[in-house]
T-cell receptor
Framework: EADIYQTPRYLVIGTGKKITLECSQTMGHDKMYWYQQDPGMELHLIHYSYGVNSTEKGDLSSESTVSRIRTEHFPLTLESARPSHTSQYLC??????????FGEGSWLTVV | QKEVEQNSGPLSVPEGAIASLNCTYSDRGSQSFFWYRQYSGKSPELIMFIYSNGDKEDGRFTAQLNKASQYVSLLIRDSQPSDSATYLCAVNRDNQGGKLIFGQGTELSVKP
């Protein structure tokens, strides 16, 4: 498996705060992804990366940004959190077997 | 039309029965297809993938792919209550660097 690690698992934060959701992997995979999923709803791709210094926006428009300075890390940042950002954020990586594996997710609640 | 479509369910089957989950996709150029299981509050976990037309079996699970009909299905034999979850069909956009696009998922409930 791809061994994707996400922190924090749960975060409650006030409106207007800056937050960064961390995602890391130890397998050296080039391709990584961020998905957003509201409870009981579909998974939507919001960002992806093919490697260092490569990031692209996904199909769902998101006010978040990502960076890929190192292969191992693919953090997602919200500069000014709003209640509409409350959701589950799932990081994923593509293994050498060409399959995508997910981390455990980060549940964000903005109050 | 959504790129990947599934019946949202819920699909209810008795324990021991065969559960049949269906998925259609719109991009005829898609080459690889995945089934994930997601328990409530958890992240998706990969069940199996299929690339070629026909059937692929893994334990109690069988994936079926028909590229001509743009249809992929998942059969779960001898369904167990622990199989109760949402099943997500995903299609790889191989021509776009491998972005995985998900259907809305089918909720399966296996009754004891």
């Amino acid at each position: 498996e791809a061994d994707i690690y996400q922190t924090p698992r749960y975060l409650v934060i006030g409106t207007g705060k800056k937050i960064t959701l961390e995602c890391s992997q130890t397998m050296g995979h080039d391709k990584m992804y961020w998905y957003q999923q509201d409870p009981g709803m579909e998974l939507h791709l919001i960002h992806y990366s093919y490697g260092v210094n490569s990031t692209e926006k996904g199909d769902l428009s998101s006010e978040s940004t990502v960076s890929r300075i190192r292969t191992e890390h693919f953090p997602l940042t919200l500069e000014s959190a709003r209640p509409s950002h409350t959701s589950q954020y799932l990081c994923a990586g593509r293994s050498a077997g060409n399959t995508i594996y997910f981390g455990e997710g980060s549940w964000l609640t903005v109050v | 039309q959504k790129e990947v479509e599934q019946n949202s369910g819920p699909l209810s089957v008795p324990e021991g029965a065969i559960a049949s989950l269906n998925c259609t996709y719109s991009d005829r150029g898609s080459q690889s297809f995945f089934w994930y299981r997601q328990y409530s509050g958890k992240s998706p976990e990969l069940i199996m993938f299929i690339y070629s037309n026909g059937d692929k079996e893994d334990g109690r699970f069988t994936a079926q792919l028909n590229k001509a009909s743009q249809y992929v299905s998942l059969l779960i034999r001898d369904s167990q209550p622990s199989d109760s979850a949402t099943y997500l069909c995903a299609v790889n956009r191989d021509n776009q660097g491998g972005k995985l696009i998900f259907g809305q998922g089918t909720e399966l409930s296996v009754k004891p």
